[in-house]
């Protein structure tokens, strides 16, 4: 690849940077799309495009312009020409209020995924490879009072088996896929979001995923960049 690799990081709070129990944003040194961006040494722009309370195919009733796949088209003529789209997405389909079962959410990824793998509405642009992340595995909170422990019902359950499914339907498409629960664990502060270390953790263990896909000259890797979660 000769010009500088172009990324788009789309996902939800866990993509946006959204702090535990505040409504702040982690730093740039700490989001995973910067901090991937970083480690694959200027080869590559990362784009982040995250939402709190995104979903893949459906709305929040509360909140509008939540829905993934309604936007996601938009996103990638905005941002063309695109290598690489990364889909991180799943917690908030899980939550108990969208009654879906893990299968549902994986066959919602999979319309997603298929969306990115459309051809480009402008004429000579790339069609970009796709990479499916599963979500890092929702927790209860600690504090048994916490309003998560009402809408997050039955969602850690759902979430063991996502990566399960998202690898079957990466590998019937053609995609790729990563666990980022293997590299990446919750805060108990709400049982949702990232602390700094974990949400950093993601965007070191993508860049050696990414630099598989795309070919790029990245620098020697230590072993904070070392793959340990599954790659499809």
């Known amino acids: 690849m000769t010009r500088q690799a172009r ?5 939800d709070s866990l993509t946006w940077g959204r702090i535990a129990n505040r409504p702040e944003r982690h730093g740039d040194d700490v989001r995973w799309p910067r901090v991937l961006e970083k480690a694959l040494g200027g080869y590559a722009t990362v784009i982040e495009e995250g939402l709190n309370g995104r979903r893949i195919a459906l709305e929040d009733p509360l909140r509008p312009y939540r829905s993934g796949i309604s936007l ?14 990364i889909l991180m997405l799943g917690t908030n389909d899980c939550q108990r209020q969208h009654s ?9 990824m999979r319309m997603l995924a298929q969306v990115a793998q459309r051809p480009p509405v402008e004429p000579g642009m790339p069609v970009p490879e796709v990479l499916i992340v599963a979500p890092p595995v929702v927790r209860m909170p600690d504090d048994p009072e916490h309003e998560a422990n009402l809408f997050m019902e039955g969602a850690p359950e759902k979430m063991a088996l996502l990566a399960s499914y998202y690898r079957r339907i990466a590998d019937e498409i053609g995609v790729s896929f990563f666990d980022a629960a293997a590299v990446a664990t919750v805060t108990g502060a709400d049982g949702i979001h990232l602390d700094a270390d974990n949400t950093r953790a993601i965007g070191l263990a993508l860049a050696p995923v990414v630099d598989g896909l795309l070919g790029l000259p990245l620098p020697a890797r230590g072993p904070a960049l070392r793959i340990t979660g599954r790659v499809g």
Not at 72 to 82: D, Q, S
Request: proline residues 11%.
């Open 7 to 11: 990324i788009l990081a789309f996902g």
């Open 72 to 85: 996601l088209p938009l996103f990638i003529e905005c941002h063309a020409p695109l290598d690489l789209v």
């Open 100 to 108: 879906l079962a893990p299968y549902d959410v994986a066959r919602s």
